[in-house]
């Protein structure tokens, strides 16, 4: 089973920026799709970004323009550039794999999760 351990979060100010990593011990080729979901205190998890094997992107509507989501098979890492942050965007930040290629954000479809990394805004 591969696992997926996530690093990068913190805390910054509103309008700040974060890189989030995630390292899979195995193969991340073998992942149709990989994908970052949030969960903030008292609400549902939910899609931020995911990315097919060949790179095509899907973004959550609050993270267009703001996210930028990545993978690197030859590195088995998956990356999310965070950029002009804001209070609402304090989570636990997850990155999910999943062997179809369906990236439709859906957390139920993806089936290998990492612990979490977390990302807090305030001034």
Known sequence: QVQLVESGGGSVQPGGSLRLSCQASG???????????????????????GIEFFSITTYAD????????????????LHLQLSSLNPEDTAMYYCAARHGRDCRLASSDFSVW??????????
């Open 27 to 49: 193969a991340t080729y073998l992942f149709g799709c990989m994908a970052w979901f949030r969960q903030a205190p008292g609400k549902e998890r939910e899609g931020v970004a």
């Open 62 to 77: 609050f993270a267009k323009g703001r996210f930028t989501i990545s993978r690197d098979n030859a590195r088995n890492r």
């Open 114 to 123: 990492g612990q979490g990394t977390q990302v807090s805004v305030s001034s």
